[in-house]
């Protein structure tokens, strides 16, 4: 990372090419580990995606028979379809914050639990503590002030 920072001082002394082979170096093992990484993740977004449109092909065969067979109309098929696709589309779109509402109502229940809380001067008042002093009054009267920009 030094080397990297003060290229100028790695360029006149020539090293160059021996900084690049060292970075090479350091960089084949994060290398191997992301083309690896890579093809898991896309093995399972094409698994993923595989599924998905079977899915999809399921409720359109399913959808024709209901038409052909059960006497549903094709308006009324395709209806039912895309509420469907809208509603499932809705819930992978909302799911991301899901794990968030638990920590929602962790948080507002914290939230309240110190609201409900009694300051010092509440709790001085209930044991009729003697530390308690008069609130100070004061009026303030400014004269002969200027301002100067």
Do not use: W
Not at 45 to 56: K, N, R, T
Not at 76 to 84: D, G, H, K, N
Not at 141 to 148: A, G, R, T
């Amino acid at each position: 990372m030094e080397s990297m920072t003060n290229i100028r001082t790695v360029c006149s002394f020539g090293y160059e090419n021996i900084i690049y082979s060292k970075y090479e170096r350091m960089m084949a093992l994060p290398l191997s580990l992301a083309v690896k990484s890579g093809i898991v993740s896309g093995f399972f977004y094409g698994i993923a995606q595989f599924i998905m449109f079977i899915v999809i092909a399921l409720i359109f065969y399913l959808g024709s028979l209901f038409v052909q067979n059960n006497g549903v109309s094709v308006d009324s098929m395709f209806t039912a379809l895309f509420a469907l696709f809208f509603s499932a589309m809705t819930v992978g779109n909302n799911s991301h914050i899901l794990p968030d509402m638990g920590e929602c109502k962790i948080s507002a229940a914290q939230l309240f639990m110190i609201m409900d809380t009694k300051d010092e001067h509440q709790i001085q008042i209930d044991e009729k503590s003697k530390m308690i002093q008069n609130r100070i009054r004061g009026d303030f009267e400014l004269k002969d002030i200027k301002f100067k920009y």
